[in-house]
């Protein structure tokens, strides 16, 4: 069992940044890559970014390109995702999840654990 908890979320304008973290506990933390996840109002939940367990290797949609980083420390059990140049459709609950198998995992089903989520608000 791992449990997975989110802070970090907030209002901020377009153009502006935030950064979400979230705290692992329970398994072995390295036998898990971790991913973050975003859902909107009336929209399917959406892959977002994905980090390996080591931390060297990471995956992101398109969209969030050259503008979010994610990152692991795994020395403190966190995972991390720092959001640049944020836009109004960047509103979403973000979730982070933990999955055991192959990287990268960009599917919901690939992960078995997953957090509350945390509410990103972009305003225009």
């Known amino acids: 069992q791992v449990q997975l908890v989110e802070s970090g979320g907030g209002l901020v304008q377009a153009g502006g940044s935030l950064r979400l973290s979230c705290a692992a506990s329970?398994?072995?933390?390295?036998?898990?890559?971790m991913g973050w996840f975003r859902q909107a109002p009336g929209k399917e939940r959406e892959f977002v970014a994905a980090?390996?367990?080591?931390?060297?290797?990471?995956y992101y949609v398109d969209s969030v390109k050259g503008r979010f980083t994610i990152s692991r420390d795994n020395a403190k059990n966190m995972v991390y995702l720092q959001m640049n140049s944020l836009k109004p459709e960047d509103t979403a609950v973000y979730s982070c999840?933990?999955?055991?198998?192959?990287?990268?995992?960009?599917?919901?089903?690939?992960?078995?654990?997953w957090g509350q989520g945390t509410q990103v608000t972009v305003s225009s």
């Open positions: 329970g398994h072995t933390f390295t036998n898990y890559a």
């Open positions: 980090v390996n367990w080591s931390g060297v290797n990471t």
């Open positions: 999840a933990a999955a055991p198998g192959a990287f990268p995992a960009v599917r919901v089903f690939e992960y078995d654990y």
